[in-house]
Structures are given as C-alpha cells and as structure tokens.
C-alpha cells in the first residue's frame, strides 16, 4: 500500500506513525512545505483529561508526550484587575514545536518517509499513491481541489487575533480583559514549558481598527499589546513567531472523502482555539481514520465513508460547542459590562451546556463565591 500524507502537523505525523507501525511494508510518506523546524505560534492547549484517548490505544507515544507537559486544575478570569478563580477547568500544554519533533522521531523510527521543503502544487503529483490524505491545515490544497465534491466551505469570525510568546510563566490558563481608550482586548495566557508561556491577544474589529493595528509593523503591534496587557505581563516582553493578525477561520465539510482522497484534523473541520480541541481533534482523527482502514482491511473504497460516518458525530458535537465559545468571544465586550462574577458565569456557560448544578460539581468554589453574590 502506498500512503501520501499532505501536511506534517499533529494530524499528518500521528497518521502516518499508526499507519507504518501497523503496516510495516507500506510505503508511507509525509509531505511538507515548510522546513521540519518551522512552525508558528508556541504552546498548544488541551482541555483535562483530553490526552486520554491516547492511554489505551497508544501507551507508548502518551508516556512520551505526558511528561513534557505543563498541567494545572484552575482556570483565572481577570476583568476590571479583580481575578476571578474558576476551579476544576483543568488544562495542560505543550510546546508546538516540541510536540512536532516528538511526533517526528516517532514516525522516522516507525520507518515513514519524512520529506520537508517540497510544496505540492497538484494532486496529480500523487496520482501513484492509493491513499490521499489532506492534513494540510486551513489552507488544505486537497480541500480547494476536491471542493465541490466535499461541499467544502470556510469563511472567517470578525475578531483579529495574534499568536505570541512570553518569557514569564503563568500559574493557570488565564484569560486577561481590558478595557482601553483604543478598545477592548483579551489575553488567552498559559505556560507550556519552564519559563515560556503562550500569550494570545485578541480583539474585536472596531477595536482593531481604532488601534490602527492594521497598519503597524511587528514592532509596534508587540509594544501596544505589551502596554494594554503590562499588568498580566509584569515586565515581561512579548516575543514574535509569524504573529501576524488573523481571523479566525471556520471549515466545514459536509464529506471527508472522495475516491481516495481524505482530509482530516483543520482540513477538515476547525475549533476556535478557546476551547483547546484542536490538536486532540486532529490527532483522534488519524486514530480513527487509521482504524477504519485496518477494519476494513486495508480497502481505501469501503474505509473512507466508515470514517466519515463514524467520525463525524463526535467531530460535530465539539465544532458545535466551538462555534458557541466563538460566537461569545466574537462579542466579548459587551460581556465586560457584567460584574465580575456574573462575567465568570456567563463565560463558563457559553457553550450551553453547563447548568448551575453541574458546575457545582466540577467547580465548588466558584459556585459558592457566586451564590454569596447572588443571595
């Protein structure tokens, strides 16, 4: 069998690592545009207990990546310089490029072909592989080929956001909310290594545009963000990668599939970087995809449509969720007129699927201090 893997982010490397370990006389190859060090932004976040799926399945690769990750079990909203502690919202990170080189050396002993520095400019440079799959991101060249027999779609939310870094460390995954002359930000802020912490600054259009961020070069975008957020930062300065100001960008397929061709992970599907799922998501595609293919005895015809099938409910409960946690960052301002707690609440409940008597549960303490301000 012979295997082409476009993309070598978490989707693609994990895949192709299931793919050669379970088949060891396939031709398994992952292609990558980029050069095998090049990655963008810093740390990447899971949700608690989001690395589980890979206890049973893959004792091996989550004994490797557990210990290189920093973990916590609360959650900080700072609004208006008063912090407010949400406990119980685990999360842990990780490093991206750290997690690549993992994954990496894990499919080289595995026996995949890694090939860095070459761009694929037509799927007919791989008319001789019996598999296709597109693990290419947001810009997936499988998607754009094959659009209209995926019913492929992507469109973007209205806030602008940049990926930076910082050398302070922060004890939780903290979201910072300030409210400036020029507009209203957000910091999404969390360690993934000793002393290196990601440190994402969002803000809405109109607030974008009053800063003029659109016009100002990388130096001058890093000291506005290092002045609106120099509390959260405590002297500390904000490091550049590729932080260039995006939207977010929302895909969706309504099939996975065509002939042999497959897409996964953000060729897929996207979900909005607040809830943590982006990476899990990716990586337990490849599982599943990988799984379809060995139930099916290797049969790419009858394989793909029973990932499709099988993935999606899962994938669709997720994105759905995402969709609602972006759609209250999308209007994050108008939340900040809320006291400090009730701000909290509304945070904590803006996927719908959190009732008060659940969260007393996962979260005692901030349950308390609310009731107490809502006697």
Not at 14 to 40: D, G, S, W
Not at 68 to 80: C, G, H, I, K, P
Not at 159 to 172: K, L, P, S
Not at 325 to 343: G, I, K, Q, T, V
Request: aromatic share 10%.
């Amino acid at each position: 069998m012979r295997v082409s893997i476009l993309g070598a982010g978490p989707a693609g490397l994990y895949l192709a690592y299931l793919m050669k370990r379970r088949r060891p006389q396939a031709e398994v190859r992952v292609i990558e545009q980029n050069a095998a060090n090049a990655t963008f932004g810093f740390g990447v976040v899971f949700s608690d207990r989001a690395l589980e799926f890979l206890r049973d399945d893959d004792p091996d690769t989550y004994a490797a990546i557990t210990p290189l990750m920093e973990s916590w079990n609360d959650m900080t909203l700072v609004l208006r310089n008063e912090r407010i502690v949400i406990d119980g919202i685990g999360f842990s990170a990780i490093g991206r490029l750290k997690l690549l080189q993992l994954l990496q050396d894990r499919a080289r002993a595995a026996g995949v072909a890694l090939i860095f520095d070459r761009p694929v400019k037509s799927l007919d440079e791989l008319e001789d592989a019996d598999l296709v799959v597109g693990a290419d991101g947001v810009n997936s060249l499988v998607r754009k080929t094959l659009a209209d027999e995926l019913g492929a779609s992507l469109h973007f939310l209205s806030n602008r956001f940049a990926w930076f870094g910082t050398a302070r460390e922060f004890d939780t995954l903290t979201q910072t909310f300030r409210h400036t002359p020029i507009g209203d930000f957000n910091a999404h802020h969390y360690r993934y290594a000793k002393g290196r912490s990601t440190f994402i600054v969002e803000t809405d259009e109109a607030s974008f545009a009053r800063a003029g961020l659109e016009r100002m070069d990388d130096g001058a975008a890093r000291a506005l963000c290092e002045k609106v957020f120099a509390d959260a930062l405590g002297g500390a300065r904000l490091i550049s990668n590729n932080s260039i100001w995006r939207r977010f960008p929302q895909v969706s397929a309504k099939k996975w599939h065509d002939r042999k061709y497959a897409i996964i992970g953000d060729a897929a599907h996207t979900a909005h970087f607040s809830i943590g799922s982006g990476t899990r998501l990716a990586m337990e595609d490849a599982i599943a995809l990988e799984r379809a293919l060995y139930e099916s005895g290797d049969g790419v015809a009858s394989a793909l449509p029973a990932f499709d099938s099988l993935r999606r409910p899962v994938v669709d409960k997720i994105v759905s969720g995402s969709a609602a946690s972006a759609s209250w960052y999308e209007n994050f301002s108008e939340h900040m007129a809320l006291a400090p707690a009730d701000f909290a609440m509304s945070y904590i409940s803006r996927s719908g699927r959190v009732d008060l008597d659940r969260l007393e549960k996962m979260s005692p303490r901030f349950v308390q201090r609310y009731r107490a301000e809502h006697k």
